[in-house]
């Protein structure tokens, strides 16, 4: 009976988990801050969603407004009415079928396990493959004017 109970005790001490297996737990620290300037000209810039489908380039006009060219699957978006408010973009979203729908993103830092990334995180149904939708992605920005 003594023997039993050292080695319960002793297989108590060996853990259930080898030690050469993977751990599937995976911790993301994942954060995002808006970002308010009243310098449009440190928001300017190419920001990549996913590369080949999804991107826009942001520059100023002639009047010194915010310009923003939007592509989705390759295809340009017009966007109407655009404003800024702090960090807040928001325009109306006119697709190639003439259907409206509004665009709404933020100007921000996402911090990712650490790295810290300057772009617009925009709100919507962005379809990454046959089986996921998201509706929020984050475009960074890849290149600023010099």
């Known amino acids: 009976m003594q023997r039993l109970m050292l080695a319960l005790a002793v297989a108590c001490l060996i853990p259930v988990q080898p030690s050469f297996a993977k751990d599937k737990h995976k911790s993301k620290q994942k954060s995002f801050e808006a970002v308010e300037t009243s310098d449009l000209g440190t928001l300017l810039g190419h920001y990549l969603g996913v590369e080949n489908r999804y991107w826009m ?30 960090a807040r973009l928001q325009a109306t979203k006119v697709d190639a079928n003439g259907i409206e729908r509004p665009f709404d993103a933020t100007f921000g830092n996402r911090i990712l396990n650490g790295d810290r990334r300057f772009g617009l995180l925009v709100e919507g149904m962005f379809p990454i493959n046959d089986e996921v939708v998201a509706n929020s992605l984050f475009f960074r920005r890849v290149s600023a004017p010099h």
Not at 58 to 72: D, M, N, P, R, W
Request: hydrophobic share 40%.
């Open 57 to 86: 380039d942001v520059s100023l006009a002639e009047s010194g407004k915010l310009e923003v060219a939007l592509y989705e699957e390759g295809e340009r978006v017009r966007l109407e009415d655009l404003t800024l408010a702090g």
